[in-house]
């Protein structure tokens, strides 16, 4: 089930990264590149699932990175390495 209070958690995830080229502003980060995912299960289970479990070790391998540097890192463009 959706709510606000969901949005708000994936977004406080980000609190203590920024990207590689200085971006710190939240609410443009990804979890590059299970963000979809990650997403997906916060947004569907509660605090004390299995599935929260699983977003939160997907975090764990993921790198934060905004969606400008996560679109070039896609394409090939990006320089500097996870």
């Known amino acids: 089930m959706y709510r606000k209070s969901r949005t708000t958690y994936l977004i406080n995830s980000f609190r203590d990264y920024q990207c590689n080229c200085g971006e710190a502003e939240m609410v443009t980060l990804v979890w590059y590149p299970h963000h979809k995912k990650i997403r997906n299960l916060i947004y569907r289970y509660g605090s004390k699932t299995e599935q929260r479990q699983e977003a939160l070790r997907l975090m764990e ?10 679109a070039k890192f896609e394409h090939g463009l990006e320089p500097f390495i996870l």
Do not use: F, L
Not at 61 to 70: F, K, V
């Open 61 to 70: 391998q993921s790198t934060p990175m905004c969606r400008n540097c996560a």
